[in-house]
């Protein structure tokens, strides 16, 4: 493998800006670059510019399925005034490479398609199966992680690894999940000076507020994970009331609930709709749910024996640790059949979605090798 060339096609997919759109662009470059090696894919579309992309290496024999997996999409770069290098520039300075994506996760994604690539072209023998899964659109509602997973591509996985910015140092084996959702207040409007006649939607929202409080706070501190602690709810957007003068017909409250799988989305979900039930009435107005949002936590316990490839692969026992944001993991998570998981990648988790992001070349080209070494060490 060219080392120059690895850094170059890395640039090259930095510079298409596949702001949650394009990713059909990063996967036709990708799909290139495999066939050269001659390495087949697929592309599977989600809508129009937008597509995930296939390929696999199959072993001498039957064996584990290792899929390795990225998202393709990044997040918008704000004003590219702010940035020190324009931020699809790919710009290297020193040891570090510029651009929106370098650490979310577009390093990432293409040290697995190397890895890859060496592999084939090592012609290393391996058992089992070496799958590679990339999406779109996993920062603004995991849309090709659900797609993907619908379609069955993961359902035989033993085991998943995604590439997502957690550096060397540790491998990430457990997230929580994200619930995010709306609980609407619909009261009826009326004239301040006449409330009798009106029902008041933001009190029936403050009153909702206090009392799922309260039952949270009851419930969710008894099933705890030992790694990641408690699920929780955090209210965040209230929206409602016409002016000054009227009782508000409808109030809308957003919020995003964390969860872990000891107290699960579903569980929270029937926390809301057992207190929605309790507070609604003729006279007080009705609550409707609206979730906009139902990502899973996932986990693949810390010891398993993907953990232990990348061990083997790093050469070192570094730590398995736990992330507080969800993944595309949390939709691979919802197959029937168990996998280990690992979230494991180059870059700095805290770089992503800021300004002068950037990924450091040296971790790259590192990681490159540990992907290959990984999937040697966890294909036998
Ligand atoms: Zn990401």
Known sequence: MNQNKAVTTLQDIIRIPSVNDREHDVAQYIQGLLAEY????????????????????????DGKILVFSGHMDV????DPVDWTYPPFDAHIEDDRMYGRGTTDMKAGVMALVWAMIRLKEDAVAFKGTLRLVLTVGEEIGMYGSKQMTEL???????AILIAEPSGPDQVIYAHRGSLQYQVIAKGK????????????????IVDYIQESNRRFAEALPHKVNPDMGASFNVNTVIQGGDQINSVAG??????NARTVPEFSN??????????MAELSSET???????????????????????????????????????????????????????????????????????????????????????????????LV
Not at 42 to 58: D, F, H, I, M, T
Not at 250 to 255: E, G, M, R
């Open 189 to 204: 409007a009326a004239h301040s000076s006449t409330p009798e006649n009106g029902i008041d939607a933001l009190q029936l």
């Open 266 to 275: 579903d569980e929270i979900i029937a926390i809301i709709e057992d207190v």
């Open 152 to 158: 069955g591509y993961v359902d035989d996985a033993d």
């Open 38 to 61: 001659g390495i087949n894919s697929e592309l599977v579309e989600y809508q129009p510019g937008r597509s995930n992309l296939v390929a696999e290496l199959k072993g001498t024999e």
């Open 75 to 78: 997040v918008a770069a704000g």
């Open 250 to 255: 409808q109030v809308t409250l957003s919020a």
């Open 284 to 378: 007080t107005g009705q609550l409707e749910l609206n979730v906009l949002q139902n990502n899973p936590p996932a986990a693949g316990g810390h010891d398993s024996a993907l953990v232990q490839a990348i061990r083997q692969a790093t050469g070192r026992d570094i730590p398995a640790t736990v992330l507080a944001g969800a993944t595309d993991a949390s939709n691979f998570g919802r197959v029937e059949k168990p996998h280990d998981l690992a979230i494991f990648g180059p870059g700095v988790f805290n770089l992503a979605h800021a300004l002068d992001e950037y990924v450091s070349v040296s971790e790259y080209l590192e990681f490159i090798d540990i992907f290959t070494e990984s999937a040697k060490a966890y």
